[in-house]
């Protein structure tokens, strides 16, 4: 279109956007995040030599310490300097090792470092940041600092007659200069919506609008558990909030059956007595209606998807409960086989395809976290924005879409 912007660096100018408008451009000069210095932070030891532990597992540097890991790539390389109490400065590759890409420490087999010695770690760190290039109601542009934070950066807030045009992910330390994968233009104002899928759901919506009691179970992952944020920060909370208001004179009574770090394949082998067994907590609980999120089935193909979510459709076929199966949100990206947070449209997992194919074919109501997941950037905001572990746990924003979608499947055609 004549009148959409585009966004270019400049070339041979470091920090320097181009913002063509049809005939006109425009540039502005960037003004990049600091470098914070962190001096003798106290650590009571650090993580003992195993070759098997996973590197987000390691000794985590205090000022990037994401929920259960550490945010990846903001430590300054070759910034960090460990010593201990007497002044003795430790070696890198000999003493510990250090994962830069996690900002992570742990020691090597034959390190010097006592066990639980203290030791003050100095180092330098970039935190990630969320700006915005930002039309004023005169005209004239502003590049408008976000919040910055560890893992969760937030873009700035608009003024009244302001248009938010474009926004610039400063990733962490490896930003040397304005590249073409840091800049998100803001293509859309809003996500997609779930389509009305209330036709699958006739016993749910009767009883909503009934008064009659509606038990949901909620089923699911960490995701769904979500012990990482306070308790009305959940997506089955957020939703039933809204099911409330849409519904004043509903009786619902909601359960939560989740479990972090596992899949559907674990529920299902849990023995009699185990508190996630699938038959025993789940199918006699007699649910209504049955939400499932499981990002962590993400790995499956489609004739997993067919074999194990039929047994389930059967399972709750012959109780009489409904099913709404969430997609799942997106991931750290090379996670889900991609290489950025733009340009990611098409979510790229087997799992994805096959359980769109497997609702449509089933009439099970399917409710798209990862289609509006998929669209994120094109509002101007990188997915891992929302990740409180830089990895894979979405913050109380990123949650709601799961609420919203959830909501939409209830709409009628």
């Not at 759901?201 to 699911?220: A, C, D, Y």
């Not at 913050?395 to 709409?411: H, I, S, V, W, Y």
Request: hydrophobic fraction near 35%; aromatic fraction near 10%.
């Amino acid at each position: 279109m004549k009148n959409t912007p585009e966004f270019k660096p400049c070339s041979g100018r470091k920090w320097t956007l181009a913002i063509r408008t049809g005939d006109q451009c425009e540039t502005i000069r960037l003004t990049t995040p600091n470098v914070q210095t962190v001096t003798d932070e106290v650590y009571e030891g650090i993580e003992p030599f195993n070759e098997k532990t996973a590197p987000w597992r390691w000794t985590r540097l205090k000022k990037m310490i994401a929920q259960e890991c550490a945010s990846a790539g903001l430590l300054v390389p070759g910034s960090a300097v460990v010593r201990n109490e007497k002044g003795k400065i430790f070696r890198e590759g000999e003493d510990y090792l250090i994962q830069e890409n996690f900002n992570t420490f742990m020691k090597t087999e034959k390190s010097s470092i006592k066990e639980g010695e203290t030791l003050l770690i100095s180092y330098q760190f970039v935190p990630l940041r969320l700006d915005s290039i930002v039309r004023k109601a005169d005209g004239s542009l502003e590049q408008r600092c976000g919040i910055p934070h560890v893992t969760t950066p937030a873009q700035p807030a608009l003024k009244r007659g302001e248009k938010r045009l474009a926004n610039i992910f400063f990733s962490g330390a490896a930003c040397q200069k304005l590249t073409e994968e840091m800049i998100f233009p803001v293509v859309r104002r809003s996500l997609p919506k779930t389509k009305p899928q209330a036709d699958l759901l006739p016993e749910t919506v009767k009883k909503l609008k009934s008064g009659k009691k509606l038990r949901i179970l909620v089923w699911g992952d960490s995701v769904t558990e979500c012990a990482y944020l306070p308790e009305k920060d959940k997506y089955q909370l957020q939703f039933l909030k809204m099911l409330k208001k849409k519904y004043p004179g509903s009786n619902i009574e909601m359960r939560t059956f989740g479990w972090g770090g596992r899949d559907t394949a674990c529920f299902f082998a849990e023995p009699p007595g185990s508190p996630y067994n699938y038959a025993e907590q789940l199918l006699a609980w007699k649910p209504d209606l049955v939400i499932s999120e499981f990002v962590n089935d993400g790995g499956m193909d489609e004739a997993a998807v067919y074999e194990r979510y039929g047994k389930v459709r059967d399972d709750l076929k012959k109780i009489g409960a409904e099913w709404i199966i969430l997609s799942p949100h997106y991931i750290k990206p090379d996670w889900m086989g991609i290489t950025s947070c733009k340009n990611c449209t098409e979510d790229p997992r087997k799992y994805v395809q096959a359980i769109r194919k497997f609702c449509k074919e089933s009439g099970i109501a399917l409710a798209e976290g990862s289609e509006k997941y998929s669209h994120l950037w094109l509002t101007g905001i990188p997915h891992m924005t929302f990740m409180v572990n830089a990895i894979n746990h979405p913050n109380r924003r990123g949650l709601k879409f799961f609420a919203d979608a959830l909501m939409e499947t209830l709409r009628e055609k």
